[in-house]
């Protein structure tokens, strides 16, 4: 299986301040058709997760765009330029060039 | 409003069984794929299963496989996850999620479930 490290897995930000998030996987993620099947999910406290980028820099849809996605092959991160009150959660890297789809450990982002 | 709604977790004793629901709402549910991920408490996600679109081919993860069955049933736009043989390892909130496709096979799971608790303890 493909294994996904985040780093760090706790970050305490004072708001309007950025934040930054690493994920390495021990494969790279570029498909042959050109695509990196890397994705970024955030978990609200109590609550599902939900889709914030695919293929690396995309924002999905009502992102805002505070938040942006780079990398490529086994390094990515994400960057929040400004973080607000309702960023805090946690962050999750997510894999699904190969079976079975893997995430990583998660990092926990709360304010300072 | 396109959501999932998942039922049937509750407290069950190790080596006992219990079916999963998850009920879709808002979209054409034969059109995708689903798959099921788990959490423990504290803990991070944790893939565990799959099916198709065309509900044809499923997939279990190693931690799963011969003791949970995933399934369809499109007249009801229900998916289903049948857990068999539970053990203490397998207590989690357990999700739904729609596989997105954005470009040829590359996917990610674009709508979650609010989740249900399986907890295995005897």
């Known amino acids: 299986d493909i294994v996904m490290t985040q780093t760090p897995l706790s970050l305490s930000v004072t708001p309007g301040q950025p934040a930054s998030i690493s994920c390495k996987s021990t494969?790279?993620?570029?498909?042959?058709?050109?695509?990196?099947?890397f994705y970024w999910y955030l978990q609200k406290p109590g609550q599902s997760p939900q889709l914030l980028m695919y293929e690396v820099s995309n924002r999905f849809s009502g992102v805002p765009d505070r938040f942006s996605g780079s990398g490529s092959g086994t390094d990515f991160t994400l960057q929040i330029s400004r973080l607000e009150a309702e960023d805090v959660g946690v962050y999750y890297c997510m894999q699904t060039i190969e079976f079975p789809p893997t995430f990583g450990q998660g990092t926990k982002v709360e304010i300072k | 409003q396109v959501q999932l709604v998942e039922s049937g977790g509750g407290v069950i004793q190790p080596g006992r069984s219990l079916r999963l629901s998850c009920t879709a709402s808002?979209?054409?549910?034969?059109?995708?794929?689903f798959h099921w991920v788990r959490q423990a408490a504290g803990k991070g996600l944790e893939w565990v299963a799959a099916i198709s679109y065309h509900g044809t081919k499923e997939y279990n993860s190693d931690s799963v496989k011969g003791r949970f069955t995933i399934s369809r049933d499109i007249s009801k736009n229900t998916l289903y996850l049948q857990v068999d043989s539970l053990r203490t390892e397998d207590t989690a909130v357990y999700y739904c999620?729609?596989?997105?496709?954005?470009?040829?096979?590359?996917?990610?799971?674009?709508?979650w479930g609010q989740g249900t608790m399986v907890t295995v303890s005897s």
């Open positions: 494969q790279s993620l570029l498909h042959s058709d050109g695509r990196t099947y």
């Open positions: 808002g979209f054409t549910f034969s059109s995708f794929a």
């Open positions: 999620a729609r596989a997105q496709y954005f470009y040829g096979s590359a996917y990610a799971f674009d709508v």
